[in-house]
């Protein structure tokens, strides 16, 4: 099992910047693909980026292509997110997801979450 600790909201205007950090418990951090979503008051969660276990493979939502950037440090158990040119629709909380695989069965994880909030 891994426990995962976001770091890194807050408040920004919009056009800022932010990096988000996820701290991730234990010594198998590298047979883990991670990930981040986001969840606005009243919407349903929604998928942002995602790094595969080697971080050679990236994915994103296209609502955020060209301005996030997701990146891991398995020597850190860190995953990264530098989010650019942020817009008041960025406006989420963000959870750290953490995805292993063993045999056939998958098990996921979450963080608590943290607030990021872009003023307009």
């Known amino acids: 099992q891994v426990q995962l600790v976001e770091s890194g909201g807050g408040l920004v205007q919009a056009g800022g910047s932010l990096r988000l950090s996820c701290a991730a418990s234990?010594?198998?951090?590298?047979?883990?693909?991670m990930g981040w979503f986001r969840q606005a008051p009243g919407k349903e969660r929604q998928f942002v980026a995602s790094v595969s276990m080697s971080g050679y493979n990236t994915y994103y939502a296209d609502s955020v292509k060209g301005r996030f950037t997701i990146s891991r440090d398995n020597a850190k158990n860190t995953v990264y997110l530098q989010m650019n040119s942020l817009k008041p629709e960025d406006t989420a909380v963000y959870y750290c997801h953490a995805e292993i695989t063993r045999g056939a069965r998958s098990f996921a994880y979450w963080g608590q979450g943290t607030q990021v909030t872009v003023s307009s």
């Open positions: 234990g010594r198998t951090f590298s047979r883990y693909a």
